[in-house]
């Protein structure tokens, strides 16, 4: 049964902004959309939405979209990793 809170939030449209749920971030395309956003703090990913991110798209596949977005510019994947705990640790644990 997909959850029905939000895992990641983006601040707009104004004044409710966009929450995304599980159906969204199941696609690469709008985890890399929720990436760009928190990349210029407009968005905000929480631990639990950390936690379905990497159980349905994994590290490596995460790190690509990573790539792709230019969000934390990571070298390798171990650097990406260390990256990914430190935003994990920072996150609220839900939104």
Not at 38 to 58: M, P, R
Not at 63 to 80: K, Q, V
């Amino acid at each position: 049964m997909p959850r029905s809170s939000v895992l990641g939030w983006y601040q707009f449209p104004e004044p409710e902004g966009r929450g995304y749920r599980e159906e969204d971030l199941r696609d690469p395309a709008l985890v890399k959309e929720l990436f760009d956003y928190c990349q210029i703090l407009y968005a905000v990913i929480s631990k639990e939405g950390w936690d379905f991110l990497l159980s349905t798209h994994g590290l490596e596949e995460l790190y690509r979209i990573d790539c792709r977005s230019g969000w934390h510019d990571s070298s390798n994947l171990a650097a990406f990793r260390a990256d990914l705990e430190m935003e994990r640790s920072a996150a609220p644990d839900r939104l």
